[in-house]
C-alpha cells in the first residue's frame, strides 16, 4: 500500500507580544505505519461515533465525536482518510491517520485547541480485545464500550506522555442534513491554521475539521478572473512582502501570480480552481460564494452551470450557490435571464429571498433562532444557514433549539461536535 504521510504536529513559539506568533510545523517520523495495511470503509463507517473520554478530560472534555474524512491526491490517484475528533472544549479537533496491524488498528497524529496555540502530538491503539477483533468483522456490531481507544498526548513539542482513552457510546447524529460552513474558503489566516485562507490549500485541509461546506470570497481581477481574496487590499495580513500596493482590482490575474503570495506561500486562487478541488478532491457539497463588490454575477452564473454539470457526471452531491448579500447584488442578480433557475442564497429578508428564488436564505445569527420564519422556508422548499456563529453557546443553542440546515463559522469542529453528539 501506499505509505502514509506522517501528520505533524504544530507548536507554536511567541516572538514578542505585538507579533502574530509563528506556527512551527517540525516533522517527527514515527515509523508506527509504514507496515500498516489500509482500513476498509466498513471499518471506518464502525469507527465512527461519539466517545467518552477517561485520563484527558481536564483538557478536551468528556466526550468527543469521531467522523472520518478523505483528500485525494492532485493525481486523483491516492485517496488519504483522516480520523478527525471533535472535543467539548477549547474548539479542539485531533487529525488522525490509521493503518491495521494483523488485529490491531494504530493511530498517530495531532491535535489543536482553536481558541489558542495550544497543540501538541497524539497517537492511539484498537486493541484486539478491545475492538480489534470486532472491526475485522464483515459487519460488526458495534454497541456501548465495544471500541476503545488507548493512547497518549503530548504537549507542544514533547512526545506522547499523557494517557488518552475513548470508549466507544453512541452513533453520531444522523438525522436531517446538516451543513458545517467554514469561513473564508475553510478557516482563518489568523487562526494559525497551516495553511492561507481563501487557498486550494485551505480548501483541501478543512475537511478535517470537520467542515461540509465553505463560503468563498470573489473579486474580479483586472482583466476579469474571477479570485478568492477576502481584504480590499493586498495586506501583510494575507500576503507576504510583494511590492505591490492597492486593491485586487488594480492588477491583471497574471501579474497577481508572479508577484503575490498569501502568508503561507500559496498563490490567490481562481474561482475555477477552489471548485476542481472541492469537487474532485475532498467531499465538500456546498460552495456559498461569497460576492464582493467588484464579483461579477453572470460569469459567476456560467461557471456554476459548468461545474453542476460535471458534479452530475462525477455523480457528485455538489451544490454552488450565488451570494447575494446586498442590494446592488439582488439587482444585478435578477438582471440574469435565467436568475430563476440560478441556485443561489439570500442574506436579505424573507421577501427578499422569496423574490429571488433564493433556494437558501441566510439570516444574520444576531437575529435569534427565527424558528417561525425558519418553518415558512421549509415550507417553501428552502433551507436556511444562519451566519457567523462563533459562540459555543450559541451554537449549542441554534442546533439544540433551532431549526436551521447549517451553521457558517470560523470554528467548523466546534459546530461539527455540537452537531454530531446531538440527541
Known amino acids: ?75 486523483l490517484v491516492d485517496t488519504t482518510f483522516m480520523l478527525s475528533a471533535f472535543t467539548g472544549r477549547d474548539m479542539c479537533y485531533f487529525a488522525l491517520q490509521g493503518g491495521t496491524l494483523d488485529s490491531v488498528f494504530i493511530f498517530t497524529g495531532y491535535w489543536r485547541k482553536m481558541v489558542n496555540t495550544e497543540t501538541g502530538f497524539a497517537r492511539f491503539t484498537i486493541p ?44 453520531l447524529y444522523n438525522g436531517r442534513k446538516f451543513e458545517v460552513l467554514a469561513h473564508r474558503g475553510g478557516g482563518r489566516t489568523s487562526d494559525l ?62 501579474q497577481l501570480q508572479a508577484f503575490v503570495r498569501l502568508i503561507h506561500g500559496e498563490r490567490i486562487p481562481t474561482l475555477q480552481q477552489v471548485l476542481d478541488a472541492a ?16 464579483a461579477n454575477l453572470a460569469l459567476e452564473r456560467s461557471i456554476q452551470k459548468d461545474y453542476m454539470a460535471k458534479a452530475a457526471a462525477a455523480g457528485r452531491e455538489f451544490q454552488i450557490l450565488i451570494g447575494l448579500p446586498n442590494e446592488d447584488k439582488v439587482n444585478e442578480f435578477l438582471a440574469l435571464p435565467d436568475y430563476a433557475s440560478a441556485p443561489s442564497l439570500c442574506e436579505l ?5 422569496r423574490n429571488t428564488k433564493a433556494l437558501v436564505w441566510a439570516p444574520r445569527w444576531t437575529l435569534g433562532t427565527l424558528n417561525s420564519d425558519v418553518a415558512q422556508m421549509h415550507a417553501e422548499g428552502r433551507r ?3 451566519w457567523t456563529v462563533d459562540v459555543p453557546a450559541y451554537v449549542d443553542q441554534y442546533i439544540k433549539q433551532g431549526d ?20
Open 1 to 75: 500500500m501506499r505509505r502514509l504521510l506522517f501528520l505533524c504536529f504544530l507548536p507554536v513559539l511567541f516572538a514578542s507580544c505585538n507579533e502574530t506568533p509563528d506556527v512551527v510545523t517540525p516533522n517527527l517520523s514515527m515509523g508506527t505505519l509504514e507496515d500498516t495495511h489500509r482500513i476498509t470503509p466498513v471499518m471506518r463507517a464502525s469507527i465512527e461515533g461519539v466517545y467518552s473520554v477517561f485520563g484527558g478530560s481536564d483538557v478536551f472534555g468528556d466526550q468527543v465525536a469521531l467522523k472520518w474524512s478523505y483528500v485525494v491526491s492532485e493525481n
Open 128 to 171: 484486539s480485545s478491545k475492538g480489534g477483533r470486532l472491526l475485522f468483522q464483515p459487519n460488526p456490531n458495534v454497541k456501548k464500550d465495544s471500541i476503545v481507544f488507548t493512547g497518549s498526548f503530548g504537549v507542544g513539542q514533547s512526545l506522547p506522555n499523557t494517557g488518552l482513552i475513548l470508549t466507544y457510546q453512541r452513533p
Open 193 to 254: 491554521l497551516p495553511v492561507s485562507e481563501n487557498s486550494v490549500e485551505m480548501v483541501l485541509f478543512t475537511p478535517r475539521l470537520g467542515t461540509t461546506g465553505l463560503e468563498i470570497d470573489l473579486r474580479l481581477t483586472k482583466d476579469g478572473v474571477p479570485i478568492l481574496y477576502h481584504d480590499g487590499e493586498i495586506n501583510s495580513r494575507l500576503t507576504q512582502k510583494s511590492g505591490l500596493v492597492g486593491t485586487i482590482e488594480e492588477y491583471s490575474w497574471g
Open 279 to 294: 469537487l474532485y478532491r475532498t467531499s465538500i457539497r456546498v460552495i456559498y460564494l461569497d460576492n464582493k463588490n467588484s
Open 349 to 353: 429578508s424573507v421577501d427578499d429571498t
Open 384 to 386: 436556511v444557514f444562519t
Open 404 to 423: 436551521f440546515d447549517g451553521i457558517l463559522t470560523n470554528y467548523a469542529p466546534m459546530v461539527a461536535y455540537y452537531n454530531y453528539t446531538r440527541q
